[in-house]
């Protein structure tokens, strides 16, 4: 079975500086996807950005970007020049392609955000 | 944009009692999901569904039943509520597919007393 692990409860980031969110999984499959959700306070869950395992190039969303080294299976989140509003539980996700959609969650990292 | 909503924000209710939680995404997606999220156990997977009237069980399922009549709704039904059934619960919904992007309602905050 799969599983997802995220190593780090809490971090904190001045706001403008950068943080690295770490998450490492575990499957033997060779296709997947990996995804990256933020869940601000009292707020909706929204998806921050996908990863296809055989893509080999990073995603990037704006000041969102991962790190994604399949053979170490590792996925990692970078977010750039944070912003207050970036203080939130930080999940991260994997889906079998062959699933009916269904996605492992991780325990999630809550980031703070200083000013 | 997508919508899903959920029908209770916060919810108390008494052991025993027969505790229904309604989902409803405007967006015609096949799948639907319910999650349950607890402190220090992240997000899981209580049951889906893929299609109306079908219903697979997830990580979770022991003290739940689903229900999906329609392809807009799915109901979340705690038979006998209990205690240890206290927590958060999401429901997501998502259309099948390569990037199935999963969207999410504002989660119902049910505490058993």
């Known amino acids: 079975a799969q599983t997802v692990t995220q190593s780090q409860p809490e971090m904190s980031v001045q706001e403008a500086e950068t943080v690295t969110l770490s998450c490492t999984y575990d499957t033997s499959e060779s296709d997947y996807y990996l995804f990256w959700y933020k869940q601000p306070p009292s707020r909706q869950m929204i998806l921050v950005i996908r990863?296809?395992?055989?893509?080999?190039q990073n995603a990037t969303e704006n000041r969102f970007s991962v790190n994604f080294q399949k053979a170490a299976k590792s996925f990692s989140l970078k977010i750039s020049d944070s912003q207050l509003g970036d203080a939130a539980m930080y999940f991260c996700?994997?889906?079998?392609?062959?699933?009916?959609?269904?996605?492992?969650f991780g325990k999630g990292t809550k980031l703070s955000v200083k000013p | 944009d997508v919508k899903v909503t959920q029908s209770s924000r916060y919810l108390v209710k008494r052991t025993g009692e027969k505790v229904f939680l309604e989902c409803v995404q405007d967006?015609?997606?096949?799948?639907m999901f319910w999650y349950r999220q607890d402190p220090g156990l992240g997000l899981r997977l209580i049951y889906f569904?893929?299609?109306?009237?079908?219903?697979e069980k997830g990580d979770i399922p022991e003290g739940y039943s689903v229900s999906r009549e329609k392809k807009e709704r799915f109901s979340l039904i705690l038979e006998s509520a209990s205690t240890n059934q206290t927590s958060m619960y999401l429901c997501?919904?998502?259309?099948?597919?390569?990037?199935?992007?999963?969207?999410f309602g504002p989660g119902t905050r049910l505490t058993v007393l």
């Open positions: 996700a994997y889906r079998s392609k062959g699933s009916q959609g269904n996605l492992i």
């Open positions: 990863q296809e395992a055989y893509k080999q």
């Open positions: 997501a919904s998502s259309y099948p597919g390569s990037t199935d992007t999963q969207y």
């Open positions: 967006m015609d997606h096949e799948n």
């Open positions: 569904s893929y299609d109306v009237k079908m219903k």
